[in-house]
Nanobody, 127 residues
Framework: QVQLVESGGGLVQAGGSLRLSCAASGGTFSSLAMGWFRQAPVKDRELVAAISRRGGNTYYADSAKGRFTISRDSAKNTVYLQMNSLKPEDTAVYYC????????????????????WGQGTQVTVSS
């Protein structure tokens, strides 16, 4: 059973930065393709960024391109989401997710493809 624990959320002013972390345990980190999702009030959960098992491929939602960077550190079993130039519309609960079924360089982009989820971390961007 894979456990995912997010951290790094908080309150930040528009234009600021945050780095989210997701620590994985209970599984082989190199077997996990990872993703960051977010869910704002009364909105569906959406994929923000994803990274392949070996980190060679990444995906970004249009809203994240040029501002967010996903990365992974195999030595720490951790995936990160660096968020810069934050906007009030980035306000949401951010969730880390893991997919066990990807091949080495593929990326999961659909919510239902992910097998494990963290508890979420709140990001609030004030205007």
């Amino acid at each position: 059973q894979v456990q995912l624990v997010e951290s790094g959320g908080g309150l930040v002013q528009a234009g600021g930065s945050l780095r989210l972390s997701c620590a994985a345990s209970g599984g082989t980190f190199s077997s996990l393709a990872m993703g960051w999702f977010r869910q704002a009030p009364v909105k569906d959960r959406e994929l923000v960024a994803a990274i392949s098992r070996r980190g060679g491929n990444t995906y970004y939602a249009d809203s994240a391109k040029g501002r967010f960077t996903i990365s992974r550190d195999s030595a720490k079993n951790t995936v990160y989401l660096q968020m810069n130039s934050l906007k009030p519309e980035d306000t949401a609960v951010y969730y880390c997710a893991a997919d066990l079924r990807r091949t080495a360089q593929t990326i999961a982009v659909m919510l239902h493809e992910y097998d494990y989820w963290g508890q979420g971390t709140q990001v609030t961007v004030s205007s």
